[in-house]
């Protein structure tokens, strides 16, 4: 016997925003929760992060009991590092620092040129979804 086809409809344009909306708040809280913890990490400005903090922040959260998984952590600074106001911060180049605040190592000329190429990409990318949304 052949299986059933099941035909499904695309997402409204009202579910595919409140999609977007939910994991906008999902991001927020994630990143919300690292904030309270390691004073680096403010909303407002954002700082180049040292090399290695994801480890040390496991590190830590685990010698002082808190209470937050090694997930909500990864994806926390995923969402952090991957604003557009930290790529930004990343290609004026300068100082990184430790979860502190305290300046640990130096933005290489090498990092500063890939943040500028994932700003190139995403403006790029958002050109190309208003021309295609001009064009409907």
């Known amino acids: ?26 991001q927020k809280h994630l990143t ?3 904030v309270q913890h390691w004073p680096v990490f403010t909303l407002q400005v954002a700082r180049p992060l040292a090399i290695g903090i994801r480890e040390q922040m496991i590190a830590d959260a685990e010698a002082r009991g808190l209470d937050i998984t090694v997930s909500h952590i990864k994806q926390g ?11 930004k911060t990343l290609t004026l180049g300068g100082s990184r620092f430790d979860m502190t605040g305290q300046p640990n190592g130096e933005i290489t000329p090498e990092q500063q040129q ?9 403006d790029s990318g958002k ?7 001009v064009s409907q």
């Open 1 to 26: 016997m052949s299986q059933p086809v099941l035909l499904c409809r695309p997402p409204s344009a009202a579910e595919e925003e409140n999609r977007a909306e939910a994991y906008k708040k999902k």
């Open 32 to 34: 919300n929760r690292i």
């Open 77 to 87: 600074l995923y969402d952090y590092i991957n604003r557009r106001l930290y790529l």
């Open 114 to 122: 890939d943040a500028q190429r994932k700003l190139g990409k995403w």
């Open 127 to 133: 050109n190309r979804q208003s021309e295609s949304e």
